[in-house]
Every structure is written in structure tokens, then in C-alpha cells.
């Protein structure tokens, strides 16, 4: 375990307990763990309390969870990022900068840092702490909406030497935001070369590409109090340019660097520090590094990039990887148990898909398949604290869940082109998802393409599980896809933001996987 985090990451016994009942109570057909073998690369090594490891040392704080690995580069080239600021950097004199922070923030500004390979400087009010709501939504939706309170920031942004002269591009701006939220994005009316700028209208709160150069420079200087206040418009922009991979690389940096700065006592951690559940946190900016490193994959498989799609997903691994093991600690500060067993999940998912780009006649993918089998015990075991809380939630996660690993130890034994088949669909989703902005909203998205769907049970209602509609009536089958069902028309209302997204894609598909519930080994 890490030597960075003592009294919680040091304990080696992680839901010890409900892991071991999860594993005596597993209501479908799976392979003895204690039999699973170390897989060829350490970043899919998933370790069980109380058994022997199938992987290198761990740390909860390295990327991948594996102590040494380094596939995560916190180095950057000499120069290009600074901590004091020289004179004339990025060819603007302090002086300048000085003004600016007076110009926009106040006195209690301070210039935090800068980059020159996005050509930006980073200021804020490093006396104002980033202060959330003590809600339960915490890791179930975006971190943002969760601030009651943000650090006020100001990136400035300067122009494009390649830029047509006088025109917006060329001139220096701002992307800034205040203590109570907000993002900003202006055209500086004095000029760092001593002009001065009409804006004749004002410039859009949405221009991509300045909110992702803001975003891209924090990651360079690994300020990490940047990370809350401007992750959500950078992930949209990110979506909007196709520099998914550059964004996905930054957000991990980012939150492996906070993760690391949170446990050190000697520091402090802005945006973290007065975090109500910071484990939680960690979790939620993993998941989505996940995501973005899913929907790059995507990508790279319609171009044929076979190499790059598993990169891709393999960073995927280590991100959903960092974010549940850290979340699920002994002693974690999360509210959140969903959030817990959904990066498991996550997880699973992720190793299937890349097992399934591997695999060969000689078996050798098996022990992938055995990876991702305890991604999944882990998913189930990190919900046992919620069937205390919840019947309804515990009941209906744990069955999405059991029915992610059935489909792991179906397709253990197929062949590559029908695993490939398999994921297709789930690929076209995960696009869909990222045009929309709405990875946050689809968690349960293993599972939630049309192949999967229509294996899903035909016994409970796919929004509220009731078994029967109103007045013991018969569920009602969706009418357009007619692959899963609802008890009311209220429940199909309240299902539609996320069934819109997979509903009628059946008649997309040129070919489907059929699985019976023999094939699953799903108890009745």
C-alpha cells in the first residue's frame, strides 16, 4: 500500500467483510478466484484481500494502482511550465500581470503559475477555499453543481501568433470565475503590447478551444484548485474539438496529483481540502478520465488504429482503476456506495472490451476475462453497505451488476469475432455519449446498448423494479424497441433521458448477439 497515506491506504483489509460474503452468496456461475493467474501487463492485476496477489506491489496512489508503473507522466518539458514567474514570461511582463489581477480580481490575487506551450498564466485567490454542499448527491452527479462557494480564478490566455492580425484570435483573454460560479470568458481591453481592444460583441462563454487551453495549462503546472471550478466546460470542450486524449491525459494528472497532495499532511490540497467526501471526488474525475479514454478508443477502432484503441482502453483501466480502489479504501470518506461498485463495473467493462482486442486461439485472453471477473466481485461487494439503506437501490444495482458478470463468463469462451460483436454497440453509445456531454448521467452504461438490453429481465419495471403495473396489471413492453418494459407511463417518462440514447438502435444493427438466460446461468 502507499507510504504517502498513512492510517487509511496503509490498511490492507478494504470491505474486507462483505467482499468474503459476496463471494460465498454469488447468485451466478463463476471460476475459483483463488485460481486466477498474474496477467502479462501489472495494470490489470485486480487484488482481493486475504488472497495471494496476482500482480506487482500496490499503491492506492499510483495510476493503474501499481507501485512504479509510471504510464502516467507527471513530467513535462524543462521550462515550459513555471511555479515563479520571470519577467518576461510567455513574452508579457509581470508588471502587466499584475494589473490584470488588479484589473479583474482584487488585492487578495495571486499569480499561481503558467505555461508556455499553451501560452497562459493561472491566478486566483489562494485564501478562498473551495467549499461544497454536504449533500448525498456527492459523486452521483457532477462535482460542480455540489459547490456552494468557488476559489475565484483568473486564466489569462494569450493570443495566437498565428493569428490574423487584429483579429479576436490574436488578441489576449480571459477565462475567469468567481466565488459564486460562473465561467467568464472576455477579450482583455488593454493589450499586454500596450493597445487597446473594442469588442464589438461580447465573446461567447462557450469558445472551445480558450476553455480547453485554460484546462490543458493547469494540467502542465498540476494546479490542481483549477480542477473544479473548470472541469465541466473543459470536458464539453473537449467533446466539441475531438481533443478527447489530450483531455482525458490532463484529468488524470490533475487528479492523481491531487490524490497525492490530499494524503500528504505537509500541503495543502485546493479544491480537496474542505471536501465533505473527497474519496468520492477522486472517484468521480477517474470515472470520467475512464470515459474520455473509452470514447478516444472508440475513435481509433473506426479508424482502424488497433494499436491506439488499446492504449486507450488500457489508460481507461488504470483510470477507473485509481478511482475505485481509492474510493473503496478502509476508512474512505464517501457517501456513495453506488459510486463505488459503478467504477468497478467501469472497470470490468473496460477489461472486457480489451480482451477482447487480444484475443488468440491459445486461450491465452482467459486471464483477462478472470480480471475483469473481480472487477465485478468488487462491484457487488461495494454495495453490500447499501442494502442496509436502500432495498429498492441495493436490489436493482446488484442485479445490473450479476448480469454484467454472467455476460464476462458467457463470452470467456467465444471467440474474438463475437466478442468484438459484442462491444459494437456499446462503442456507438459511448460516442453518443460524449457528443452530448452526458457521461455522467450514464454510469450503468455496461449493459445499456441494445445487444444487452434485450437480456435484461422481462420480469421488472426498467426504472422503478416493480414487477407489476398499477393495480397488479401486466408490464407494458416499450413500443419502439420493444426490449425492455415499463409498469406506467410515468416510469417510461422518467426512463427516457437515458432509454432515448439505446432505444430503437435495435433496428440500426445489421446483427445482434442472441444470449438465452441458459447461456447467462442466471438463477431463477
Not at 461544497?132 to 452521483?140: I, N, T
Not at 484529468?251 to 474542505?274: E, I, M, Q
Request: with cysteine; aromatic share 8%; proline share 4%.
Amino acid at each position: 500500500m502507499s507510504d504517502r497515506a498513512p492510517n487509511r491506504v496503509l490498511d490492507a483489509t478494504p470491505l474486507f467483510n462483505s467482499i468474503n460474503l459476496q463471494q460465498s452468496d454469488m447468485n451466478v456461475s463463476t471460476t475459483e478466484v483463488k485460481n486466477h493467474t498474474q496477467p502479462p501487463d501489472p495494470v490489470f492485476a485486480i487484488e482481493i484481500p486475504n488472497l495471494t496477489a496476482v500482480g506487482p506491489p500496490m499503491d492506492f496512489l499510483e495510476y493503474g494502482g501499481i507501485r512504479g508503473l509510471e504510464i502516467l507522466s507527471m513530467e513535462i518539458p524543462t521550462g515550459c511550465a513555471v511555479q515563479r514567474r520571470p519577467e518576461m514570461f510567455n513574452k508579457v511582463s509581470t508588471s502587466w500581470v499584475e494589473k490584470s489581477m488588479l484589473r479583474w480580481g482584487n488585492d487578495k490575487m495571486q499569480w499561481l503559475c503558467g505555461s508556455t506551450r499553451y501560452g497562459c498564466d493561472i491566478c486566483a485567490e489562494v485564501a478562498q477555499h473551495v467549499v461544497y454542499h454536504d449533500a448525498a448527491e456527492h459523486g452521483l452527479t457532477h462535482q460542480y453543481d455540489q459547490i456552494r462557494l468557488n476559489r475565484p480564478t483568473i486564466c489569462i490566455l494569450y493570443g495566437d501568433p498565428h493569428a490574423e492580425e487584429g483579429s479576436r484570435d490574436s488578441k489576449t483573454s480571459y477565462v475567469m470565475w468567481r466565488i459564486h460560479k460562473g465561467i467568464h470568458i472576455k477579450v482583455c481591453d488593454f493589450q499586454p503590447d500596450g493597445s487597446i481592444y473594442v469588442e464589438e460583441a461580447p465573446m461567447s462563454n462557450v469558445n472551445s478551444q480558450l476553455l480547453l487551453r485554460a484546462f490543458l495549462c493547469a494540467a502542465d503546472c498540476l494546479e490542481i484548485g483549477t480542477l473544479s471550478g473548470l472541469f465541466r466546460v473543459a470536458n464539453t470542450a473537449a467533446s466539441r474539438t475531438g481533443r478527447i486524449v489530450e483531455f482525458a491525459h490532463a484529468v488524470d494528472r490533475l487528479n492523481v496529483a491531487a490524490a497525492r497532495k490530499f494524503y500528504n499532511n505537509d500541503c495543502s490540497c485546493p479544491g480537496f481540502d474542505f471536501h465533505p467526501y473527497p474519496e468520492t471526488g477522486f472517484g468521480y474525475y477517474a470515472f470520467q478520465a475512464g470515459e474520455s479514454h473509452e470514447a478516444a478508443a472508440n475513435s481509433l477502432s473506426e479508424i482502424n488504429d488497433k494499436e491506439g484503441e488499446r492504449e486507450q482502453l488500457r489508460l481507461a483501466v488504470a483510470s477507473y482503476k485509481f478511482g475505485a480502489y481509492l474510493s473503496s479504501q478502509a476508512g474512505a470518506e464517501s457517501n456513495s456506495c453506488e459510486m463505488r461498485s459503478r467504477l468497478w463495473d467501469c472497470l470490468g467493462l473496460a477489461i472486457r472490451r480489451y480482451a477482447a482486442t487480444v484475443m488468440d486461439d491459445d486461450g491465452n485472453h482467459l486471464v483477462y476475462f478472470d480480471m475483469a471477473e473481480r472487477a465485478y466481485r468488487w462491484a457487488v461487494a461495494t454495495l453490500f453497505p447499501l442494502s442496509s439503506l436502500s432495498v429498492k437501490n441495493f436490489n436493482t444495482t446488484a442485479q445490473h451488476v450479476y448480469q454484467n458478470l454472467s455476460l464476462c463468463m458467457h463470452y470467456r469462451n467465444k471467440n474474438a469475432k463475437e466478442n468484438l460483436e459484442a462491444y459494437s454497440g456499446g462503442m456507438k453509445d459511448q460516442r453518443k455519449k460524449a457528443r452530448k456531454d452526458a457521461a455522467a448521467g450514464a454510469m450503468f452504461r455496461d449493459g445499456n446498448n441494445s445487444n444487452q438490453l434485450a437480456h435484461m429481465s422481462k420480469h421488472m419495471c426498467s426504472q422503478c423494479s416493480k414487477a407489476t403495473g398499477k393495480d397488479g396489471t401486466k408490464l407494458k413492453l416499450c413500443s419502439r424497441c420493444k426490449m425492455v418494459y415499463f409498469c406506467s407511463s410515468a416510469c417510461q417518462r422518467l426512463a427516457w433521458p437515458t432509454h432515448k440514447q439505446v432505444c430503437g438502435s435495435k433496428h440500426k444493427e445489421k446483427k445482434s448477439v442472441k444470449i438465452s438466460k441458459k447461456d447467462l446461468n442466471l438463477n431463477k
